[in-house]
């Protein structure tokens, strides 16, 4: 697992930057209706999304939230007063709070089953009824875009998934919310180049290659033999599901 402190100062740039974040910023907004006056963004990082949420809709109060003290400190820069370091499995806000809330690129950070179902738990909680909730779901297979890297790298071990979509869907419903919507964007600027890819290997992105063991070294071996090490291949493309608190 990154240490995301570690990570905060090159997050944006290595994953993006502002491309991206717009990619995904329009995609949430467009599953998000335009009554809504109070965004919760959960996990916000360097609240580099969060603050073209709430540049978009001027009317709508957006909030950030994040663990990490570098990504918080970062965040709130961009979004002076309206950002606070709190875990997504026990927020700070009360019930009904928020008409939405979101969680981007989180869910497959989760421990196992029963933490995507607590910060799920969590996100329908300070939800108002009537209120809808945006999330990322199924990130890794995202990254497979049938590239020479990815035939490299289909035979590592494989990490578990925690935000599958059928399974978020399920955790989704245990808290009585219902399926109101999908989008797909682009993330543009992490199409993965052999070089970076193997880059990425040895700082431990890839759970189940553990930097330095041998493992992981065979893989950065094949990934070396590949063409055109410097060359992007296609950029991934992520999927958004929303849904709806009854009310």
């Given at each position: 697992?990154?240490?995301?402190?570690?990570?905060?100062?090159?997050?944006?740039?290595?994953?993006?930057?502002?491309?991206?974040?717009a990619?995904?910023?329009?995609?949430?907004?467009?599953?998000?209706?335009?009554?809504?006056?109070?965004?919760?963004?959960?996990?916000?990082?360097?609240?580099?999304?969060t603050?073209?949420?709430?540049?978009?809709r001027?009317?709508?109060?957006?909030?950030?939230?994040?663990?990490a003290?570098?990504?918080?400190?970062?965040?709130?820069?961009?979004?002076?007063?309206?950002?606070?370091?709190?875990?997504?499995?026990?927020?700070?806000?009360?019930?009904?709070?928020?008409?939405?809330?979101?969680?981007?690129?989180?869910?497959?950070?989760?421990?196992?089953?029963?933490?995507?179902?607590?910060?799920?738990?969590?996100?329908?909680?300070?939800?108002?009824?009537?209120?809808?909730?945006?999330?990322?779901?199924?990130?890794?297979?995202?990254?497979?875009?049938?590239?020479?890297?990815?035939?490299?790298?289909?035979?590592?071990?494989?990490?578990?998934?925690?935000?599958?979509?059928?399974?978020?869907?399920?955790?989704?419903?245990?808290?009585?919310?219902?399926?109101?919507?999908?989008?797909?964007?682009?993330?543009?600027?992490?199409?993965?180049?052999?070089?970076?890819?193997?880059?990425?290997?040895?700082?431990?992105?890839?759970?189940?290659?553990?930097?330095?063991?041998?493992?992981?070294?065979?893989?950065?071996?094949?990934?070396?033999?590949?063409p055109?090490?410097?060359r992007?291949?296609?950029?991934?493309?992520?999927?958004?599901?929303?849904?709806?608190?009854?009310g």
């Amino acid at each position: 697992m990154l240490d995301y402190d570690k990570e905060a100062e090159r997050y944006d740039a290595s994953r993006g930057g502002e491309p991206r974040a717009a990619a995904a910023a329009e995609a949430v907004l467009g599953l998000v209706p335009r009554r809504a006056r109070g965004l919760l963004d959960v996990a916000c990082g360097t609240g580099i999304v969060t603050r073209r949420l709430a540049a978009a809709r001027p009317g709508m109060r957006v909030t950030g939230v994040d663990l990490a003290p570098a990504m918080v400190r970062q965040a709130a820069a961009r979004l002076p007063g309206a950002v606070v370091r709190a875990d997504s499995r026990g927020l700070p806000f009360r019930d009904g709070q928020f008409d939405a809330v979101c969680t981007v690129w989180l869910l497959h950070l989760a421990a196992g089953p029963a933490e995507v179902r607590a910060i799920v738990g969590e996100c329908a909680r300070v939800l108002r009824p009537g209120g809808v909730y945006v999330t990322t779901v199924d990130k890794a297979a995202s990254h497979n875009v049938g590239s020479d890297i990815d035939v490299v790298l289909s035979s590592r071990p494989p990490s578990p998934v925690r935000d599958a979509a059928a399974d978020v869907e399920a955790h989704a419903a245990a808290h009585g919310l219902v399926p109101a919507g999908q989008a797909r964007f682009t993330g543009h600027g992490q199409g993965r180049s052999p070089r970076r890819t193997i880059a990425d290997l040895r700082r431990g992105w890839f759970v189940t290659l553990p930097p330095g063991e041998p493992l992981a070294e065979e893989f950065a071996r094949r990934l070396a033999c590949l063409p055109d090490q410097d060359r992007p291949r296609p950029d991934p493309v992520f999927g958004l599901r929303a849904f709806h608190k009854p009310g």
